[in-house]
């Protein structure tokens, strides 16, 4: 079964603190990775989208990096504004239908 | 270029009754799709459509359909509602099925009561 899973659920980081969020998946025949923000309430804003294995895409703080298996999205010297849900969606299968995860959600603490 | 557009942003229903929403797709984006997002599941990809013609649908009861005109907007319709299907709705409009990036309306928050 085609499956996307993101870890951790939850992630609280001071501000400054770098870290990653895990996005891994289980799918057959992988057109692309996609990573989006959502703030509360509203819908998903588009971030990067990987191809791939070793492809990486960089915007301001975030960069993301792909595998075979999995896409990580790295967040250097995070500000309170990165404060959001990050999800992640993968691309796949005979139709291209779109698998997201449940999404990270990211705080960061002034 | 203006973005995804999707009305109503609210809607509050009893159950039983039936809700439309549309969705105006990003110009020159053909393809639309939308999803239901709720805090337990995440994001369920519902049906996608292309030239008016839907590609794929996803494992939603059949209270769940939907349409695209020619102009590429899209509605989608719920009859008979249930208190489950309380959720955000999302559509998402791309230039056209495949490798293509998703680009995502706010959303039509509905409240089934």
């Known amino acids: 079964e085609d499956q996307v899973t993101q870890s951790p659920e939850a992630l609280r980081l001071q501000e400054g603190e770098s870290s990653s969020l895990n996005c891994s998946y289980t799918?057959?025949?992988?057109?692309?990775l996609f990573w989006y923000r959502q703030d509360p309430g509203k819908g998903p804003e588009f971030l990067f989208t990987l191809y791939s294995a070793g492809e990486e895409k960089e915007k301001e703080r975030l960069k993301a990096t792909l595998t075979k298996k999995e896409s990580f999205l790295h967040i250097t010297a995070p500000k309170p504004e990165d404060s959001a849900t990050y999800l992640c969606?993968?691309?796949?299968?005979?139709?291209?239908?779109?698998?997201f995860g449940t999404g990270t959600s990211l705080t960061v603490i002034p | 270029k203006a973005g995804v557009t999707q009305t109503p942003r609210y809607l509050i229903k009893t159950r039983g009754q039936q809700v439309t929403l549309s969705c105006s797709p990003i110009s020159g984006h053909r393809s639309v799709s939308w999803y239901q997002q709720t805090p337990g599941q995440g994001l369920q990809f519902l049906f996608e459509y292309f030239s008016e013609t839907q590609r794929n649908k996803g494992n939603f009861p059949g209270r769940f359909s939907g349409r695209q005109f020619s102009n590429s907007r899209s509605e989608m319709n719920v009859s008979t509602l249930e208190l489950g299907d309380s959720a955000l709705y999302l559509c998402?409009?791309?230039?056209?099925?495949?490798?293509?990036?998703?680009?995502f309306g706010p959303g039509t928050r509905l409240l089934v009561l």
């Open positions: 799918v057959s025949g992988l057109r692309g």
């Open positions: 998402a409009s791309s230039y056209q099925p495949g490798q293509e990036t998703q680009y």
């Open positions: 969606a993968v691309q796949a299968g005979t139709g291209n239908q779109f698998y």
